[in-house]
């Protein structure tokens, strides 16, 4: 996409179009969107070049803001239960914080996401590894941007990216294919075949998921929104809370699942939406966390892969993926609720999900001040 192309997007100049339009289409789409970009990076080789790359590193570490933060969250909780080192930093922390971030890793492998590659921080980011002679590896789903220039090596999936300003399809893309990445580095080929299943593994969701969600939207109106995971399912619960507060313009909470007890659950009422993204590992515990929601009073939407008797009944509406595979392999599946509950949320209050308030497809700030110091331990 050019330059002006995203300007007319974040000035808000396009088309006539109904509100949500470009969502709604993103959204479905991503089934054959997942198809293309694997197949891309299958054929291309580049996730073999970045295991032959960086064959000699101790640690990956996630970079990323917002959305991109989140797929790092996904992204690193995959790798690590390869038994490959990783975890997930804001970017904003390696600039202000960089002994901090990078203590404790002699070879690291820094990982900047960004869907346009033009992320401000992720830029400064990149541009503070390279004058550490830390080389980097960055993922995006834009050609020859900046970004580019400044890592060692760019994984990009110009079919995952949209129209409308909030990530959606890239999102999903961009952590598929680190998931792929992370079981190339493991040489795990259970799980790579896994992941190339994982369209088709999805595509019949889609078939009444959207009208389910939108039904439901319809029928509640809701003063809170609080979203929860554990796990490599933390990083969709940010996510969903995200999608909510973006597109429809709510506050949204995001907690670890057994976390919301300890205080949180004071704000528990009817017109509270509790989504609970159940685990298959922690099953038990969170079934005993959702009864005991259920219990005081909050309205439940429960996401989860082969949904038990428990959840069946504490569950005001139920998403049961059903997908024959490790948990691991259904976070890009997991998010599609999150995506509609905020596109639909947003289109009950007569907003344009396309294009929120305040925000743009890209934040570009300033270049700042070549005097700014960074925090040192």
């Not at 993926?321 to 948990?327: D, F, H, Q, T, V």
């Amino acid at each position: 996409m050019s330059n002006s192309q995203q300007r007319s997007h974040s000035d808000g100049n396009q088309p006539s179009k109904a509100p949500g339009a470009y969502s709604l289409a993103e959204i479905l789409s991503q089934p054959q969107c997942w198809t293309t970009c694997l197949s891309t990076v299958r054929a291309n080789g580049i996730l073999e070049q970045v295991r032959d790359r960086f064959s000699d590193c101790d640690e990956y570490i996630f970079l990323g803001c917002g959305s991109s933060y989140y797929v790092a969250l996904c992204a690193a909780a995959t790798m690590t239960s390869f038994g490959v080192r990783a975890r997930a930093v804001p970017a904003s922390e390696l600039l202000l914080y960089p002994d901090l971030v990078l203590m404790g890793s002699k070879r690291p492998v820094p990982v900047l996401i960004s869907r346009s590659g033009q992320t401000s921080e992720v830029l400064q980011a990149a541009e503070l590894l390279r004058a550490r002679s830390i080389p980097a590896l960055a993922i995006s789903c834009v050609e020859h941007q900046v970004l580019e220039q400044l890592v060692s090596v760019t994984i990009t999936l110009p079919a995952a990216d949209e129209k409308s300003t909030v990530m959606t399809r890239s999102f999903t893309s961009m952590l598929l294919t680190l998931q792929t990445l992370a079981a190339t580095i493991a040489k795990r080929p259970d799980m790579l075949e896994l992941f190339t299943k994982v369209p088709d593994f999805a595509i019949s969701m889609f078939a009444d998921l959207p009208e389910k969600i939108r039904a439901f939207v319809a029928q509640h109106r809701f003063a809170d929104y609080v979203c929860l995971g554990q796990g490599p399912f933390f990083g969709l619960a940010c996510e969903y809370a995200l999608k909510v507060t973006e597109m429809s313009v709510s506050y949204a909470q995001v907690f670890h699942t057994l976390e919301f007890r300890h205080g949180p659950k004071s704000i528990v009422a009817p017109e509270t939406l509790l989504v609970f993204i159940l685990s298959e590992t922690g099953r038990q515990a969170e079934c005993d966390m959702l009864e005991e929601m259920k219990s005081l009073g909050g309205t439940t939407l429960v996401v989860a892969n082969h949904a038990d008797k428990r959840a069946r009944a504490a569950a005001d509406i139920l998403v049961d993926l059903a997908i024959e595979s490790p948990e691991i392999a259904t976070l890009a599946p997991m998010l599609v609720t999150g995506q509609l509950l905020g596109l639909y949320t947003g289109l009950k209050k007569t907003l344009d999900p396309d294009s929120p308030r305040n925000l743009s497809r890209a934040v570009i700030l300033n270049k700042p001040s070549t005097t700014t110091e960074h925090a040192a331990l």
